[in-house]
C-alpha cells in the first residue's frame, strides 16, 4: 500500500469526527498469510486494517491497496481479560465484489477463536468515501452495493452489515480474508473494542469467585467460607447451621396463642412475657376501639411468667363490658386466663417439659412467726431429679436459692402473713423441668411456742439468747438468719472455748445449749454468719455444777 503524507492526517481528522477513542493502543493489521492472534485490552479501542495497512485507496492508476494474494489469512482477536467481548465495526470497505456469489475477494468473520460458527461472507464497493477527495472506485462489480453479500461502512446504512459482536464464551471474533491473484482493492478500516465492565479487581464483595477465594466472597484473604457446622447462621440459612442449603431447621419452640376480648376500653389493656430473670421477650399494648385480638408466639423451652394490665386498675371484667383473656400452649391447654383483677396479674407458663426430664422432688412447710406477721417456708427437697443443679424460687417477691445441687431442707422467705405462696424448684439448663407446690400460707392460729419456743420479747429481726439469766439451758434465736450458714461459739470469761457448733445453713428458728456442768458465772455466745455478720450476746449462769 502507498503512504502519502497527507493521508493519516486524512485518517486521523477521520477518526476524531467519529468518536474514536484511546488511538494510542497497539493496532491491529490483518495478515497477509497464515494466522495471527492479537488482543484488546478491557474498555479499549483499536483500529483494525487490511494487509495493506492504514492507507485510503487513493491511487487511481495503480489497481490496489491490500496485497493480491492466492492465499487466504486469518485474523483471531480476542479481549485480554476473561468475560470481555470483542465487536468489530468496519467503517470504510472496498473489496473486490461480483455480480454473483461468491465475491472474486471477500471476509468472512466467525463467533468465537476458531472457524467454526460463520457470522457473515462478503465483500464491498463502497470505497473509502470518507476520505476527503478519494471515492470509492466503483469499478468492479457493478450492482452488488448494498446487496447481501456487501459489507456496509457506516457511510451506506441499508443493510447495515458493518458491526459485529462476539457471542462466543471466549469473547473472540475470527476474520478470514481470501482475495485472489487478479485485482486488489482499498481493503477495509475497522474498530475493535472490548468491553464488559474493565478490569475489576477482585474484592471480598464482588460476587465472583476470585483471587485466592476458595468460594464466592470468602476463603483465602476473604472470611472463612460459611459451612453447615461452623455454630455461625449465615449464608441462606435459615437458623444456626440449618436452613436454605443446608438441613432443614428442627423447630425446637413451642407456639403459644393468646385471646383477647377487650372490654369498653380496649386502650388500658397491655400484657408483657418474661423469663424468669425478668427479660422482657414479647409485650404489647393496644388502642381504642378494639373488640378482639389474637397473639401468637413461640417460646423455647423453659419457664415464663405472663403479665396483663389495666391501666384503670379495674381489670377486663365486669364493670365497664366482659373482657377477657386466655392464653393456650401449642396444645390447645389453657395456661392462663382471666379478666377479674385490679392493676394487673401475673401468671406462670411452662412450655411442656424435655424428653429427658426427670423433675426435681420436694415438700414443704409452712413454719410461722406470728409475733412479726411474717411466715418462712421449709422446703425439704428430696432429690434434684435430672438436673446438676436445681433454683428454688416463690411468687413472693423474694430472693430465689440458687445453684442449688445438695438434697436438704431449705428455708424461703419470709413473707406476709395471710400471703399465698408457690415454691418453683427448677432445673437452672431447662427450667420446663420443674416441680410446683402451690397455695402455701398462714393465718397464724398457733400460739408463739408452737412457733419455736419464741417469746414475747424475742423477734426475729436480732439474735439473741434466752432465757438469760439461765439454770443451764440457754436458746440462741436464730430466726433472722434462716437458710444461711452460720457458726456459734461458747466462750468463758478468760477465752474459753466451751462449746462450738457450726451449721451449714440454719433450718431451726433456735439452737439449745447445756451449761448445767459448768461452773456458774458469766458466759459470751458468739454468732457468726456467713457474709460477715457478727454477734456476742452475754448470758448468766446462776446455778452451778456443784
Not at 434434684?384 to 423474694?398: D, E, F, K, P
Not at 461459739?489 to 439449745?512: F, K, M, P
Request: glycine share 14%; hydrophobic share 35%; net charge negative.
Amino acid at each position: 500500500m502507498k503512504r502519502l503524507n497527507y493521508t493519516l492526517s486524512a485518517l486521523t481528522a477521520f477518526f476524531f469526527a467519529i468518536g474514536l477513542v484511546n488511538l494510542s493502543a497497539q493496532d491491529i493489521t490483518h495478515p497477509a498469510s497464515g494466522s495471527a492472534n492479537f488482543s484488546v485490552d478491557p474498555g479499549q479501542t483499536v483500529m483494525y486494517f487490511d494487509n495493506g495497512g492504514e492507507d485510503c485507496d487513493n491511487d487511481t492508476t495503480a489497481p490496489g491497496e491490500y496485497l493480491a494474494s492466492t492465499d487466504n489469512a486469518t485474523a483471531v482477536i480476542c479481549p485480554s481479560q476473561a468475560g470481555e467481548t470483542i465487536t468489530i465495526e468496519f467503517l470504510d470497505v472496498d473489496v473486490e465484489t461480483r455480480t454473483t456469489s461468491p465475491c472474486w475477494d471477500f471476509l468472512r468473520i466467525y463467533d468465537g477463536e476458531t472457524t467454526a460458527s460463520l457470522l457473515f461472507e462478503g465483500c464491498g464497493e463502497e470505497g473509502f468515501q470518507t476520505c476527503a477527495g478519494f471515492p470509492g472506485d466503483g469499478g468492479d462489480g457493478g450492482g452488488v452495493e448494498g446487496g447481501p453479500n456487501d459489507i456496509n461502512g457506516s457511510n451506506d446504512a441499508s443493510p447495515a452489515n458493518n458491526i459485529f459482536t462476539s457471542t462466543d464464551a471466549s469473547g473472540c471474533l475470527t476474520v478470514e480474508f481470501d482475495s485472489d491473484a487478479s485485482v486488489n482493492e482499498g481493503g477495509w478500516v475497522a474498530t475493535a473494542t472490548s468491553t464488559g465492565g474493565g478490569v475489576v479487581d477482585p474484592t471480598c464483595d464482588d460476587g465472583i469467585q476470585n483471587g485466592d477465594e476458595e468460594g464466592v466472597d470468602c476463603g483465602g484473604s476473604c472470611a472463612p467460607c460459611a459451612t453447615c457446622d461452623d455454630g455461625i447462621q449465615n449464608g441462606d440459612e435459615t437458623g444456626v447451621d440449618c436452613g436454605g442449603s443446608c438441613a432443614p431447621c428442627v423447630v425446637t419452640c413451642e407456639t403459644f396463642e393468646l385471646d383477647l376480648d377487650f372490654d369498653n376500653f380496649s386502650s388500658e389493656t397491655s400484657w408483657e412475657l418474661t423469663d424468669l430473670g425478668g427479660t422482657l421477650l414479647e409485650s404489647a399494648s393496644y388502642g381504642a376501639g378494639l373488640d378482639e385480638t389474637t397473639e401468637t408466639f413461640c417460646l423455647d423451652p423453659g419457664c415464663y411468667e405472663y403479665t396483663i394490665f389495666d391501666a384503670f386498675g379495674d381489670g377486663m371484667c365486669c364493670t365497664f363490658g366482659n373482657g377477657s383473656y386466655s392464653l393456650s400452649d401449642g396444645g390447645g391447654n389453657v395456661v392462663a386466663s382471666g379478666g377479674s383483677f385490679g392493676p394487673s396479674e401475673t401468671s406462670f407458663v411452662c412450655t411442656a417439659p424435655p424428653a429427658d426430664c426427670v423433675a426435681p422432688t420436694a415438700s414443704a412447710t409452712v413454719v410461722p412467726y406470728c409475733n412479726n406477721g411474717v411466715f418462712m417456708v421449709l422446703v425439704n427437697l428430696g432429690s434434684l431429679g435430672s438436673a446438676n443443679a436445681v433454683t428454688i424460687a416463690n411468687n413472693g417477691g423474694q430472693p430465689a436459692l440458687q445453684n442449688v445441687t445438695f438434697s436438704r431442707r431449705y428455708f424461703v422467705g419470709p413473707f406476709q402473713i395471710g400471703e399465698e405462696v408457690d415454691i418453683r424448684i427448677y432445673d437452672q439448663e431447662s427450667t420446663a423441668c420443674i416441680t410446683i407446690i402451690e397455695g402455701l400460707t398462714d393465718g397464724c392460729n398457733g400460739s408463739l411456742i408452737s412457733a419455736g419456743n419464741l417469746t414475747s420479747e424475742t423477734t426475729l429481726n436480732e439474735i439473741s439468747v434466752f432465757p438469760n439469766p439461765t439454770a443451764g439451758d440457754v436458746n440462741v434465736n436464730l430466726g433472722s438468719v434462716m437458710g444461711q450458714q452460720a457458726n456459734i461459739r461458747i466462750l468463758n470469761t478468760v477465752g474459753q472455748l466451751i462449746e462450738e457448733r457450726q451449721i451449714d445453713a440454719v433450718e431451726s428458728v433456735t439452737e439449745r445449749f447445756d451449761l448445767s456442768n459448768q461452773q456458774a458465772g458469766m458466759y459470751f455466745i458468739h454468732v457468726d454468719v456467713a457474709g460477715g455478720e457478727n454477734h456476742v450476746e452475754r448470758v448468766i449462769l446462776g446455778a452451778a455444777r456443784p
